[in-house]
């Protein structure tokens, strides 16, 4: 699941189950913090459309080439 930062007001919205017979799960939603929900959500893809909802990029792992590998 991606990681989104939230920056509309505070609110809660509720999740649909995971599996069936499951309850909707309660999320709140915290100006400037980060939380992971579901991309196909079609609330969510609202939110990022909005701009209240920025994907946090994933840090870029380090390269594994050595720095004489790199210079040539």
Do not use: C, F, W
Not at 36 to 56: D, F, T
């Amino acid at each position: 699941m991606p990681t989104y930062t939230y920056l509309g007001e505070r609110t809660a919205i509720a999740l649909p189950p995971e599996k069936e017979g499951d309850d909707p799960k309660e999320v709140a939603l915290i100006p400037h913090q980060e939380i992971e929900l579901p991309a196909n959500l079609p609330y969510v893809q609202r939110l990022v459309a909005l701009g209240l909802l920025k994907l946090v990029e994933a840090p870029k792992p380090a390269s594994t080439k050595s720095r004489k590998e790199a210079d040539s």
